[in-house]
């Protein structure tokens, strides 16, 4: 998914737009993994990203999508590309 893409997928207030091939589990699914990976908490990730506890807990409740700039602070952090995050969606 190109950041096109993904800018048309979520609208500008950051709440997914419902459409049935978006898969709304695997970017929770996933952010679950690569925190306990690291064993971190939501709140330790949340502080490194800069960000409030709540919008970390949105993502894993798949209740939102990061933003485009989230994706670049998260894919630095978790080091890995940009792709690999959108391609959850």
Known sequence: MTERDYRKAVQSDGKAK????MK???FPEWLRTEIMKLGISQRQLANDLDIDE???SRWM???RFPTVKQVLTLSDFMRVSTDTIMAKK
């Open 24 to 26: 709304t589990t695997d």
């Open 18 to 21: 419902t459409h049935e091939s």
């Open 54 to 56: 709540s919008i970390v």
């Open 61 to 63: 409740n798949g209740e």
